[in-house]
């Protein structure tokens, strides 16, 4: 029986929507995970692509809400914006009461957490994320789409600045993962609004862009001058589609994640040297590997996306709760006990976890309609009533 028909994962995809509708709170803002000390807040990053599974599950009023709730923040921000975007057109650094910070309390003030704040992929898949909303039949209207426009210039002068990941580590970088965000977010904003690609500072950005975008040996990596891949720019192709599968860099880059970053269960880790909670395997990333291997299309991808589908769901506890990571085959085990010590068990549930199963539920259950549907014969063709008494009069 195909995953999408199988009991396990009906009930998990019914799980998934509903963890999400209950972490969402009346705001409109998704908390990272309900259960977690250290994550009771909401990120932009996060938010954005748990929208993304709900546009793609049909769900699109809780993704309005989402969007709306981003929206009165930046338009709220909107003077610090401008402060920062004159910091920034000086090379400088932007202060922590003027950029858009990484995540929020559910009800839309800065939350106060001793981590890094200023993180600029979280506007940019947001931007990505509400024209995808817009593209499935979401309305974007009036404050929202005045925020869109704000967000996409604050990144158009932002987005060379050196800032945390998205794994919120290194800020003294600039991330191609970022910039993929940011390039992804700029394209989207310009959907929304033809008017933004004529502004000097979005085209000049998204003209600048691609051309920053680091790689080694033909590869993309983390940062300019690292040597390292990351699974985070499995997004470049999906959900982004930035770029094709095929295309050289991604295809090499996607080569090194298959055989650095993929263990032999088939979880996908983050990066190579990552220890937090020993270095798991994330089903969000899985998630993401698997709907790259749809758009790729090769022999053999279809199904090892079912693969990666199904290593999901083994993940899920008897609640049907995913976690944000496993660490079955941590590349760094021995640092496993020190995280739980300190904060308890990974995240589970993890929102963003369900939307990403979400979203490849959905691609491949449409992969499978499409095949079928392929499969079947043609209709004999039989000509309308009188179509050749009308041929007959058109002709010469």
């Known amino acids: ?38 994550y009771p807040y909401a990120w932009l990053r996060d938010g954005a692509f748990v929208a993304e599974g709900l546009d793609l599950a049909g769900r699109l009023d809780r993704s309005g809400l989402f969007h709306g709730w981003v929206a009165r923040i930046i338009v709220r921000s909107r003077a610090g ?82 800032c945390a990941d998205a794994w919120e580590e290194s800020p003294e970088h600039v991330h191609t993962s970022t910039l993929a965000a940011i390039r992804a977010g700029l394209e989207a904003a310009v959907s929304l ?111 090892r996306a079912w693969a990666a589908l199904r290593w999901i769901e083994r993940q899920a506890d008897e609640q049907g709760r995913l976690p944000e990571q496993v660490a079955d085959h941590a590349f760094a085990p021995h640092r496993v006990g020190e995280w739980r010590a300190r904060w308890g068990e990974s995240a589970r549930p993890l929102l963003w976890s369900h939307a990403a199963y979400l979203a490849l539920h959905v691609e491949l259950g449409a992969h499978e309609r499409e095949t079928e549907a392929g499969a079947r014969p043609e209709p004999e063709a039989r000509p309308e009533p009188g179509a050749a008494g009308r041929k007959d009069l058109a002709a010469p």
Request: with cysteine; net charge negative.
């Open 1 to 38: 029986m195909p995953a999408s028909h199988s009991p396990a994962s009906l009930d998990l995809f019914e799980a998934s929507l509903r963890i999400i509708a209950a972490g969402q709170a009346s705001s409109g803002a998704f908390v990272a995970s309900p259960t977690f000390s250290q």
């Open 193 to 303: 609004d033809r008017r933004l690609a004529r502004e000097p500072e979005v085209a000049t950005a998204r003209a600048a862009i691609a051309g920053r975008l680091s790689t080694f040996r033909g590869a993309f990596t983390k940062w300019s001058g690292s040597t390292a891949v990351d699974a985070s720019l499995l997004w470049m192709a999906a959900p982004y589609e930035t770029l094709e599968p095929t295309e050289p860099r991604f295809a090499a880059t996607l080569s090194r994640i298959e055989s650095e970053l993929i263990t032999a269960d088939g979880g996908v880790h983050r990066y190579r040297e990552d220890t937090f909670y020993g270095g798991g395997a994330w089903p969000l990333l899985t998630a993401a590997y698997g709907r790259v291997l749809l758009r790729r299309g090769a022999p053999g991808d279809l199904e």
């Open 81 to 162: 914006m401008g402060r920062a975007m004159d910091r920034a057109r000086r090379g400088q650094l932007p202060a922590a009461d003027e950029y858009l910070h990484c995540r929020y309390d559910l009800d839309g003030r800065v939350a106060d957490a001793d981590w890094p704040t200023f993180q600029l992929d979280g506007p940019g898949i947001w931007l990505w994320s509400l024209a995808h909303h817009e593209h499935h039949g979401g309305v974007v209207a009036g404050e929202v789409r005045e925020a869109a426009r704000l967000a996409a210039r604050y990144l158009a002068v932002l987005w060379p600045l050196p």
